[in-house]
């Protein structure tokens, strides 16, 4: 199931701690029941509640979330301070707070896709950063209690929860297929992309192009995933991840050679089986 002979192993580990911000790599990450330590917490929602993503506005690319992650203890959860800074490009930063129901936020409800989660509100100067930064009133949410969300249950069972992302836990991309991708831009005249473009959780070395399709169970290092669904793609992919400039590719390479019924695939979206600790280097083991 793997290229080369010898066992896949763990690249990097990416964190999106504002839904639709910019990447945060990390060396080393909590697993938790509803994905990374610190994933997709804060969303950006108008004034309707339903979540704003880069498919809308690009701009949110720009947007550098920076946090201090705190391991507790070997075998622990990863724990944050409670705050966040946000930053881009001809804004001055900003510090946020998460805010807790228990401390008297207000709550809102958000929609995600087809999933509504009531979410607390970060106030009124995150909600100005943000809403000069897009030139549109939009607001910033935290999730503050993540087992409020579930899975969607065609794939999942009863008691898999997520965060703010789009639908699964974490999303695990592999080096081999973006080769086999960007060689298929190449011949096609493109310059190839980054893997950033597909904003993923986790990447796997060592395997050959594609492998992950045919994956159903995992383990990284210690802990264990199921592989519940392959990942349709979007424009999102099409968007530089500095600049939030948009493109044509790979969208339209991934429309040509890895469309699958309605889907434009590229990765696989995981649940994890328990909690534990992940890092670059782990090995991966095909379970099924």
């Not at 690009?58 to 622990?76: D, E, H, Q, S, T």
């Not at 190449?186 to 070395?205: I, L, S, T």
Request: proline residues 8%.
């Amino acid at each position: 199931m793997s290229g080369g002979g010898t066992s896949p192993g763990l690249a990097s580990i990416h964190i999106y701690p504002l839904k639709g911000g910019r990447a945060i790599d990390l060396d080393e990450s909590a697993v938790e029941p509803w994905g990374l330590a610190g994933d997709r917490r804060w969303l950006v929602v108008d004034d309707a509640g339903r979540f704003v993503s880069q498919r809308e506005e690009p701009a949110l690319a720009r947007v550098i979330v920076r946090y201090a992650p705190v391991i507790r203890a070997p075998g622990a959860s990863l724990l944050t301070t409670g705050l966040i800074t946000l930053s881009a490009a001809g804004h001055p930063s900003l510090d946020v707070r998460a805010p807790s129901a228990g401390a008297g936020a207000e709550m809102i409800w958000v929609t995600i896709w087809r999933s509504k989660v009531c979410a607390t509100a970060a106030g009124p100067d995150a909600d100005g950063w943000l809403s000069r930064l897009l030139d549109r009133p939009v607001r910033l949410v935290y999730l503050d209690d993540p087992t409020r969300r579930e899975v969607d249950q065609e794939y999942g069972t009863p008691h898999d929860r997520v965060s703010f992302a789009d639908g699964y836990p974490l999303l695990l991309t592999t080096a081999g297929s973006l080769e086999e991708l960007n060689r298929w831009l190449a011949e096609n005249g493109d310059p190839p992309v980054p893997m950033n473009r597909f904003r993923p959780n986790v990447v796997a070395e060592g395997t050959a192009p594609w492998a992950e399709d045919r994956w159903r169970r995992i383990r990284i290092g210690t802990v264990t995933f199921r592989v519940a669904k392959p990942c349709g793609r979007c424009q999102v992919t099409t968007i530089d991840q500095t600049t939030g400039q948009r493109g044509r590719q790979p969208l339209k390479m991934l429309g040509r050679r890895r469309r699958f019924g309605q889907a434009l695939v590229f990765g696989q979206n995981m649940i994890p089986d328990a909690p534990g600790i992940i890092r670059v280097g782990d090995r991966i083991r095909v379970l099924e």
